[in-house]
């Protein structure tokens, strides 16, 4: 009877002894569970969380840079800033220009006389190349009846000396239209190289140095390659604008110079037949 109850008193110690056991690592596994969602929950709300590197941007690039390459960015940057300005003022004239150009087209056809048109230039003045080549041509025609050909230039007839005067006019407009194209058409035309010669100096650091380091390292060469590609891209952000510019600046002077010659014989004919044409407006 004593040895049946010892095997069984044994027996429950090993029982006890397995459950507590198996309680502590339930425990610890839940003590591990709660840490790790822990850490997710910390994960989560950014506090361990590494933060990600922002790119760098096109100063970081150029700042790293030789003074070649600043310089070349600086040049970049000032054709840039004059080709927007010389963009600007001559949209802002050329469309005062053609408003002031319509209103004097309908104040002079609509005259009753040369007096009257004289009187009209006399008090708002001649702000713009139509009423310029009115006044003239106007003044050409009666100084020559008045006083004949007092100068050499004035030689010859009432009708030549006033085609001299429209023709010489129609010069002195045309060259104050075309009033910083020119600069435009450089900026275009030269940008883009200015810009390639930033990006053989990027390549040429690239190439350096990958020979003065053991092995190719892309840290070596991400700066001067990203030195040559913003050169690049700077120099056609230069250029395309310019050239549409000047394209379109070209075309409109084309279109108000016709329409200058048009009424240039328009008017030469009433001042010399005395017959009022059709007058066309812009």
């Not at 309680?23 to 990600?52: K, M, N």
């Not at 087209?105 to 080549?133: D, K, M, R, Y």
């Not at 050169?231 to 056609?236: A, I, P, V």
Request: proline share 2%.
């Amino acid at each position: 009877m004593s040895d049946l109850l010892q095997t069984a008193w044994v027996l429950l110690a090993q029982v006890a002894q397995d459950a507590a056991t198996v309680t502590g690592a339930g425990q610890a596994a839940q003590e591990g569970a709660a840490i790790i969602e822990g850490t997710a929950q910390l994960l989560q709300s950014g506090g361990a969380a590494p933060v990600a590197a922002e790119p760098p941007g096109m100063l970081h690039f150029v700042a790293q840079t030789d003074v070649v390459g600043k310089t070349l960015f600086a040049i970049l940057v000032l054709m840039s800033l004059v080709s927007w300005y010389l963009i600007f003022v001559k949209s802002l004239s050329n469309w005062r220009i053609r408003r002031l150009s319509s209103r004097f087209l309908q104040q002079f056809w609509a005259a009753s006389s040369l007096e009257q048109v004289e009187n009209e230039i006399a008090t708002h003045g001649a702000a713009e190349p139509f009423s310029h080549l009115a006044s003239h041509a106007i003044h050409a025609r009666n100084h020559h009846v008045k006083y004949g050909a007092v100068r050499l230039e004035e030689k010859g007839s009432t009708s030549a000396f006033v085609t001299r005067t429209i023709r010489k006019v129609i010069d002195e407009e045309t060259a104050k239209l075309e009033n910083g194209l020119t600069v435009l058409a450089s900026i275009g035309s030269t940008a883009p190289f200015v810009g390639l010669f930033g990006t053989v100096w990027g390549v040429y650091h690239a190439l350096i140095g990958i020979g003065l380091s053991d092995g190719v390292s892309v840290n070596r060469i991400a700066g001067p390659v990203g030195e040559a590609l913003v050169m690049t891209g700077l120099g056609l952000a230069v250029a395309i604008p310019a050239v549409l510019a000047y394209n379109a600046f070209v075309r409109t002077n084309r279109v108000y110079l016709a329409q200058l010659d048009a009424f240039a014989h328009d008017l030469f004919t009433f001042l010399s037949t005395g017959q009022q044409v059709k007058g066309k407006g812009i």
